[in-house]
């Protein structure tokens, strides 16, 4: 059985005061529609978990019967931090979860073929993540006002979602950094911490997150208009 966690329990912060970016309407849906769609429909998962903050559990329900979602879910309420709110999605998988994507609801442009290809690479190796080399040249700055050095970009990966792991391991893993106290926003850093490799997975079709207005006209020409 595989199973999907979509964080969505994030008070997305850098749009702005009073704005929750999962509910901002974007190609006729809220973003979250989108990304709850592509799982609800991925042939390789059997059930979602959104992670989602208290008091929101009804506009969730609301969503998935306004867009029809059949396949099996169940909300779970969200932690102070990213990986607390993973850590609540964990306890709350079935006992016969094998494998377990983590996505960010907000990434709502995520292509059935990556999230077969991040399956297919956890399965074989443990853990897996969707990546894409970067491509800008990058600078490295001391003062954040001038440059200091050109970084070397040839063996640099821009990480993005899902990330995918047999449960074993990523339950151990985030109980490592747990132990050490330590603030993750990216579940494969758990994984370095146990000596976990994590396989790349390349995103060969954009799969933008939305972090700030300026994101959405952009996701908007990606997405198929809703119904």
């Known amino acids: ?20 970016k999962l509910f ?25 978990i959104l992670v989602v903050r208290e008091g929101m559990q009804p506009h969730f329900t609301e969503l998935a019967r ?7 879910y ?16 964990l306890a709350a998988l079935s006992p016969d979860c094998e494998l377990v ?3 960010d609801a907000a990434r709502p442009c995520t292509s059935a073929a990556l999230i077969a290809a991040t399956l297919q690479a956890a399965r074989e190796s443990g853990a897996a993540v969707a990546a894409q080399p970067v491509t800008d040249t990058l600078k ?8 200091s050095r050109t970084v070397d970009r040839s063996r640099l990966w821009s990480v993005q979602t899902p990330q995918t792991f047999q449960t074993a391991i990523i339950r151990r893993a985030l109980q490592a950094a747990r132990d050490q106290g330590l603030k993750l926003t990216d579940d494969t850093a758990a994984c370095e911490l146990i000596g976990q490799a994590v396989r790349l997975v ?21 997405l198929p208009v809703g119904l």
């Open 101 to 103: 994507a983590i996505q």
């Open 66 to 72: 306004l867009h029809g979602f059949t396949k099996s």
């Open 1 to 20: 059985m595989n199973i999907a966690i979509l964080v969505a329990a994030g008070r997305g912060t850098r749009m702005g005061p009073n704005v929750d």
């Open 202 to 222: 390349p995103s060969l079709a954009p799969n933008p997150k939305v972090t700030v207005p300026g994101d959405l006209p952009f996701i908007a020409s990606l």
């Open 24 to 48: 901002l309407e974007v190609a006729g849906r809220p973003v979250v529609a989108h990304t709850w769609q592509i799982f609800n429909d991925a042939a390789g998962i059997d059930e979602i």
């Open 74 to 89: 169940r909300l779970v309420t969200g932690g102070a931090e990213r990986q607390d709110s993973v850590w609540n999605g």
């Open 140 to 147: 490295e700055t001391s003062d954040g006002q001038t440059i």
